[in-house]
Nanobody, 114 residues
Framework: QVQLVESGGGLVQPGGSLRLSCAAS????????MAWYRQAPGKQREPVAA???????NYAESVKGRFTISRDNARNTVYLQMNSLKPEDTAVYYC????????WGQGTQVTVFS
């Protein structure tokens, strides 16, 4: 059973930064594709960024140049560094592990407000 625990959400003003963390259980973390998704009120959950076991990354167009996904396989942890935050980045952010079957964390709230 894979467990994912997110942390690092909070309140921030536009232009600010936050770093999300996702700690994963499991012995094969280094080969998993990990991703961050987000869901804003009244909207569908959408992918934000992903990183393969080899470190290849993908980003949604809306966050390119502002967000960076990374991983520390020694700590079974994936990160999302979010810079230049905008009000439209406000959402619950979810960590995802793609092992053919998808596993999800409980989510962490990010609120960007003036």
């Amino acid at each position: 059973q894979v467990q994912l625990v997110e942390s690092g959400g909070g309140l921030v003003q536009p232009g600010g930064s936050l770093r999300l963390s996702c700690a994963a259980s499991g012995s094969d973390f280094s080969i998993w594709t990990m991703a961050w998704y987000r869901q804003a009120p009244g909207k569908q959950r959408e992918p934000v960024a992903a990183i393969t076991g080899r470190g290849n990354t993908n980003y949604a167009e809306s966050v390119k140049g502002r967000f960076t996904i990374s991983r520390d396989n020694a700590r079974n942890t994936v990160y999302l560094q979010m810079n230049s935050l905008k009000p439209e980045d406000t959402a619950v952010y979810y960590c995802n592990a793609n092992l053919v079957v998808h596993f999800w964390g409980q989510g962490t709230q990010v609120t960007v407000f003036s």
